[in-house]
């Protein structure tokens, strides 16, 4: 549905728009410009959230959640290269137009490949202790929207397992039937060095174990990135309550 059929089922719901800024207002900024037409029709405010300087992606995303007035929250990605402005309303349109739906997913195809951490690790956990979010398409995408009563309910995980854990929240809550999917086209963005995955990957298992009532053992992932003398090995909890906990609790050079 295009955008001005979108305002004719608001029924006088509001929309609010997050956009978080973890890389700079200046990554941001493309992704602001693509919304704010938007504005005074079918968007009824934009929030860019900066991450401050402890970078705590659930953080970020609750504080935002908090400084919104919306009945409809949507939480675009501001490492987008290319923004499409018709994803506000692709994201928007099941909860305006599917009863039930509280709760939606984008997901898009990158030219560059991506979606390592989805393929190789979040999938695989899926289908051996949730086959029911096997669905899903983009079950770890920054891209959603919810209804704010939904979202105000759930406690969002902390670092990189919110999104993860506001889908199982959901599903716990509503089934699947409560969660929709949008498709947001073909998309570029920013990608991140492998090593950078790690860190990503040891919240988000945390997160999903915890959600479905496994005890995880809160050791911090330990990886050996190669350096020109050797490696250095560095250690990241699974939970950065604090900067000094998301980043290496300890660093040391080991040769082979």
Do not use: N
């Not at 695989?124 to 949730?130: F, Q, T, Y």
Request: aromatic share 4%.
């Amino acid at each position: 549905m295009t955008p001005d059929e979108l305002v004719g089922r608001k029924g006088g719901r509001t929309v609010s728009v997050v956009i978080p800024a973890f890389h700079g207002e200046v990554a941001a900024a493309a992704v602001v410009d693509s919304v704010a037409p938007l504005v005074g029709t079918l968007v009824d405010e934009i929030v860019v959230a900066d991450s401050g300087p402890w970078e705590d992606r659930g953080d970020v995303l609750w504080r935002a959640l908090a400084a919104t007035g919306g009945d409809l929250v949507v939480f675009l990605d501001g490492d987008v290269v290319d923004p499409d402005p018709a994803d506000v309303s692709r994201l928007l349109g099941p909860l305006l137009t599917a009863p039930g739906v509280q709760l939606v997913k984008g997901y898009h195809r990158d030219p560059a490949g991506g979606g390592r951490v989805t393929e190789l690790l979040v999938r695989p956990l899926v289908a051996s202790l949730s086959p029911e979010l096997a669905s899903i398409i983009a079950p770890i995408g920054s891209d959603l929207a919810g209804t704010r009563d939904l979202l105000r309910s759930i406690p969002f995980a902390p670092g990189h397992g919110v999104e993860i854990g506001i889908l199982l929240d959901t599903v716990a809550e509503l089934g699947i039937d409560g969660v929709g999917q949008a498709d947001l086209g073909v998309r570029e963005l920013r990608s991140r060095p492998l090593a950078e995955l790690g860190p990503v990957a040891r919240q988000i298992v945390a997160t999903l174990l915890e959600r479905l009532g496994i005890e995880d053992s809160q050791a911090p992932l330990t990886q050996f990135l190669s350096e020109d003398d050797g490696y250095r090995c560095v250690e990241t909890f699974p939970v950065p309550a604090r900067a000094e906990e998301y980043a290496c609790r300890e660093s040391r050079s080991v040769r082979t």
